[in-house]
């Protein structure tokens, strides 16, 4: 079946500590994105890959990185410099012309 | 920038009714797209329906359509004969045509439908 996983489901980690979210595609999508999404509010749009070893912030990329080494994975780095690590992250892939999206199971991080 | 706006955080219906989900939009973008995506409590995001802002036509799925004013910059969401798997969040968002492929969401609206 073609589709998105991102592991794991639920992750905890403790302050100060960085952590790498899985995000990856079987779709042959070109591009891929990192969603992040709070309570009561929308998604918000962390990074972006249009293409192999090329990705760009969106709007809320401080305190994260990324990296595109593999067309099938676009994994996300929540470094310690983010301030509210505590949120559902969602990743998505689709076409180079972007306009459907489809969204993987996202995973819950909790930093306490 | 763009914003979408949700202004309805909550609404609920009976089973087999018809409802009405509201969504403004702004944008100074004339080519843009319009989407409903629906979450349901596994928190997976669905595509419900797509709408180009080129077309006059609203866009119809099934049960689900849309009532696009361009003019107004207003975008509708309507479920008809509304069935319990339609409980969930429904996000309404855009996105402009060409450059960055960014969807911007609005704050969504949590749709129950009751037995």
């Known amino acids: 079946d073609g589709g998105i996983t991102q592991s794991p489901k639920y992750l905890f980690r403790k302050e100060g500590q960085n952590v790498t979210l899985s995000c990856e595609q079987n779709?042959?999508?070109?591009?891929m994105y990192w969603y992040r999404q709070d309570p009561g509010q929308g998604l918000r749009l962390i990074y972006y890959?249009?293409?192999?070893?090329?990705?760009q912030k969106g709007d809320i990329a401080e305190g994260y990185s990324v990296s595109r080494e593999k067309k099938e994975s676009f994994p996300l780095t929540v470094t310690s410099a983010q301030k509210n690590p505590t949120a559902f992250y969602l990743c998505?892939?689709?076409?180079?012309?972007?306009?459907?999206?489809?969204f993987g199971p996202g995973t819950r991080l909790t930093v306490t | 920038a763009q914003t979408v706006t949700q202004s309805q955080p909550e609404m609920s219906v009976q089973e087999a009714e018809t409802v009405t989900l509201s969504c403004t939009y702004d944008?100074?973008?004339?080519?843009?797209?319009l989407f409903w995506y629906k979450q349901p409590p596994s928190r997976q995001m669905i595509l419900v329906i797509r709408?180009?802002?080129?077309?006059?036509q609203n866009a119809t799925e099934n049960r689900f359509s849309v009532n696009f004013q361009k003019a107004a910059k207003s975008f509708s969401l309507k479920i008809s004969d509304s069935q319990l798997g339609d409980t969930a969040m429904y996000f309404c968002?855009?996105?402009?045509?060409?450059?960055?492929?960014?969807?911007?969401f609005g704050q969504g609206t949590r749709l129950t439908i009751n037995p």
């Open positions: 779709l042959n999508h070109d591009a």
């Open positions: 998505a892939s689709s076409n180079r012309d972007g306009y459907e999206q489809y």
């Open positions: 968002a855009f996105m402009k045509v060409g450059g960055a492929q960014k969807l911007v």
């Open positions: 709408q180009e802002a080129y077309k006059q």
């Open positions: 944008t100074s973008e004339n080519n843009y797209y």
């Open positions: 890959s249009q293409i192999v070893n090329d990705f």
